[in-house]
Structures are given as C-alpha cells and as structure tokens.
C-alpha cells in the first residue's frame, strides 16, 4: 500500500483481530443437503494479524524517529 499511515494500519490490524475472535465463534464450515457454506479461513487471517502488526510496528518506529526502521543491518554495526 503506498503512503500507509500507522493509524490506518493500527485499523486494518484491529479489523483482523476482531475478525479472528467472530471466527473463533463460530464453526468454519457445514453443508446441508448438496450446499455448502465456507467462512473465512482462519489461517489467513491469522497471517494476515501477523502482517499487519509487522507494519504497526515499522510504522511505529518510523514515527518515533527510527529512520532505518524495516531496514535490514548487518550484525556487526
């Protein structure tokens, strides 16, 4: 996503949470008959947390004045 803000990421991390504990609710499939009815998968939103808390914590750091946040350093410096 280009130009992301830290407030807009906090929302998106906090949308995947909540939808992580709808999910927990609830069973993640059934049929009845020949249909069927998928939710969401839970793994993916669960990568999807962890995405997003990735890019909370750049975009933290950034606005806290780390400029080489998300930037790898080699171990020696």
Not at 30 to 43: E, K, P, V
Request: charged share 20%; glycine share 10%; hydrophobic share 45%.
């Amino acid at each position: 996503m280009a130009d992301l803000t830290l407030t807009q990421a906090q929302a998106q991390l906090d949308a995947y949470l909540a939808c992580s504990l709808a999910i927990a609710g609830g069973a993640q499939s059934y049929a009845i008959g020949n249909r069927s009815l998928t939710r969401a998968d839970l793994g993916e939103v669960r990568a999807q947390i962890d995405y997003w808390r990735g890019e909370v914590r750049r975009l933290a750091a950034i606005a806290a004045g780390d400029t080489g946040a998300g930037v790898l350093r080699p171990a020696w410096r």
